[in-house]
């Protein structure tokens, strides 16, 4: 599996996964035209030959990110990520982490151990799911987090990232159940 191990907390900023995904997210909302809005919702990891998939790579992804000897295993997972970003352009929100963006929006306990359990193409259809669900609850959520799990599926750093989201997920869970029976 492909590993990009890349803080969220990297030294400079124009290199952190947190802020290419802030870039990609704000040329979506201000610069990208419809047309290439549409060509993301259209492309699949199967098919990454959009025009607008190369434009933002090309133009907010750090060359040595999708580089070296999984360069098409790369690509087609931020063919994935930019797919679903494209789906819910406009609700990107770095404060609102994965975990507590889906108990928000009503995505099942089930369905949630299914996509921190997804690796390679199972993951790919999780995260499919998960855009259109986040898109249909005009949900606001971190895409920083989703971009950590395509890019880092593997190792002790993937399973830290799944962690931490399953915290948020739970910590949410439990607080809204507390909330109704108070």
Do not use: C
């Amino acid at each position: 599996m492909t590993t990009l191990q890349v803080s969220n907390e990297a030294t400079a900023p124009e290199t952190s996964v947190r802020s290419v995904i802030g870039k990609i997210a704000y040329a979506m909302e201000h610069y990208l035209s419809n047309g290439d809005l549409a060509q993301l919702r259209r492309t699949s990891a199967a098919n990454p030959y959009t025009p607008a998939l190369w434009k933002v790579l090309l133009t907010h992804v750090p060359p040595s990110w999708t580089a070296g000897p999984k360069q098409d295993e790369k690509e087609r997972f931020w063919a994935t990520l930019l797919q679903g970003m494209a789906m819910t352009a406009g609700l990107h929100d770095p404060h609102t982490p994965l975990g507590r963006a889906l108990v928000q929006a009503g995505w099942s306990e089930l369905r949630f151990v299914r996509l921190m359990q997804a690796r390679g193409d199972g993951l790919v259809k999780e995260v499919r799911r998960l855009a259109s669900f986040l898109a249909s609850k005009s949900q606001m959520a971190d895409w920083s987090d989703v971009a950590q799990l395509l890019l880092n599926q593997e190792g002790e750093w993937a399973e830290h990232h799944r962690r931490r989201i399953a915290r948020k997920y739970y910590q949410e869970l439990y607080q809204q159940e507390k909330d109704t029976t108070n």
